[in-house]
């Protein structure tokens, strides 16, 4: 006689297919977490490799990459724990198998809540640059890929702006080996040129390791700063990009800031 109380071959079989139904989910999250997790790390290479590129930081792919990878490791264990249950329990006629599946609603929940996280997310990142001040715009358009020279205009003459920028100079403690005029330069050869001053400054603290990491460095150390004045009067502050530098010498990450100190230098001279 059949025992009632015993899981019939086709519900066997059902409750096989449901957790090879739910193996598959857990392994498409942790798949998709994956290359979310690596998205990050990508996109920094790819500003590496093209200076002219300016990134948002999208350290945060990280977290939500690991959250999908850790919600497809629990949907594959809870899974296996659900389908010894159900080999445990009454045959299909009894009312526990009308219970809705909490495993399912809670990863619908869950990946509701990490969808729109990762929205919002994708949304502020999108909205930053219109925070960006309107010297750092004009940076990021006026990146050359090809010699990845940025260039900002400034608030100020020549003149006044050299001079701002030997102040923060030597307020940073930064020695300045020369200051090159150009200009006054092409005017004793009886030569006409727009006010154009160059700045050659560094610090061996600083210069050294770089030195030391990539010798060819030295090539474009001590830092320098161009200042220049256009056909219309205006004012214009440029310098070699650092992750153009970076990527030319092949420096290590954690030296970036050794050479990314320009940035505030120009940044600062320009307000």
Same mark, same amino acid.
């Given at each position: 006689?059949?025992?009632?109380?015993?899981? /019939?071959? &086709?519900?066997?079989?059902?409750?096989?297919?449901?957790?090879?139904?739910?193996? &598959?989910?857990?392994?498409?999250?942790?798949? =998709? @977490?994956?290359?979310?997790?690596?998205?990050?790390?990508?996109?920094?290479?790819?500003?590496?490799?093209?200076?002219?590129?300016?990134?948002?930081?999208?350290?945060?792919?990280?977290?939500? !990459?690991?959250?999908?990878?850790? #919600?497809?490791?629990?949907?594959?264990?809870?899974?296996?724990?659900?389908?010894? $249950? =159900?080999?445990?329990?009454?045959?299909?006629?009894?009312?526990?198998?009308?219970?809705?599946? =909490?495993? !399912?609603?809670?990863?619908?929940?869950?990946?509701?809540?990490?969808?729109?996280?990762?929205?919002?997310?994708?949304?502020?990142?999108?909205?930053?640059?219109?925070?960006? +001040?309107?010297?750092?715009?004009?940076?990021?358009?006026?990146? *050359?890929?090809?010699? @990845?020279?940025? $260039? *900002?205009?400034?608030?100020?003459?020549?003149?006044? /702006?050299?001079? %701002?920028?030997?102040?923060?100079? $030597?307020? %940073? !403690?930064?020695?300045?080996?020369?200051?090159?005029?150009?200009?006054?330069?092409?005017?004793?050869? @009886?030569? %006409?040129? +727009?006010?154009?001053?160059?700045?050659?400054?560094?610090?061996?603290?600083?210069? /050294?390791? =770089?030195?030391?990491?990539?010798?060819?460095?030295?090539?474009?150390?001590?830092?320098?700063?161009?200042?220049?004045?256009?056909?219309? @009067?205006?004012?214009?502050?440029?310098?070699?990009?650092?992750?153009?530098?970076?990527?030319?010498? &092949? #420096?290590?990450?954690?030296?970036?800031?050794?050479?990314?100190?320009?940035?505030?230098?120009?940044? %600062?001279?320009?307000?």
């Amino acid at each position: 006689m059949k025992n009632d109380s015993s899981l /019939t071959l &086709r519900d066997a079989l059902a409750a096989e297919r449901t957790l090879l139904a739910w193996i &598959r989910t857990g392994l498409a999250l942790m798949g =998709l @977490g994956f290359v979310l997790a690596r998205f990050g790390i990508f996109i920094r290479e790819v500003s590496v490799l093209e200076p002219a590129l300016r990134t948002q930081s999208y350290g945060l792919s990280l977290w939500f !990459g690991t959250a999908l990878i850790l #919600l497809g490791v629990a949907v594959c264990v809870l899974s296996v724990l659900r389908y010894l $249950r =159900l080999l445990k329990q009454p045959s299909a006629g009894s009312p526990s198998f009308m219970r809705p599946s =909490l495993l !399912g609603v809670a990863t619908a929940i869950l990946l509701a809540v990490l969808g729109l996280a990762m929205a919002a997310y994708l949304l502020s990142a999108r909205s930053a640059p219109e925070n960006i +001040p309107s010297h750092a715009k004009e940076a990021s358009v006026s990146a *050359i890929p090809e010699n @990845g020279i940025v $260039r *900002i205009a400034s608030s100020h003459p020549v003149d006044e /702006t050299v001079s %701002k920028l030997q102040e923060i100079l $030597r307020a %940073k !403690g930064v020695k300045l080996f020369a200051v090159v005029d150009h200009s006054g330069e092409a005017a004793a050869a @009886g030569l %006409k040129m +727009p006010n154009t001053k160059l700045l050659i400054f560094g610090n061996p603290k600083a210069g /050294t390791p =770089l030195m030391l990491a990539s010798p060819s460095t030295a090539l474009d150390l001590p830092l320098k700063i161009l200042v220049s004045e256009d056909s219309q @009067g205006k004012t214009w502050i440029s310098y070699n990009a650092p992750p153009y530098l970076q990527a030319r010498h &092949r #420096l290590p990450s954690e030296l970036l800031p050794n050479i990314s100190v320009v940035e505030a230098l120009a940044a %600062k001279a320009a307000e």
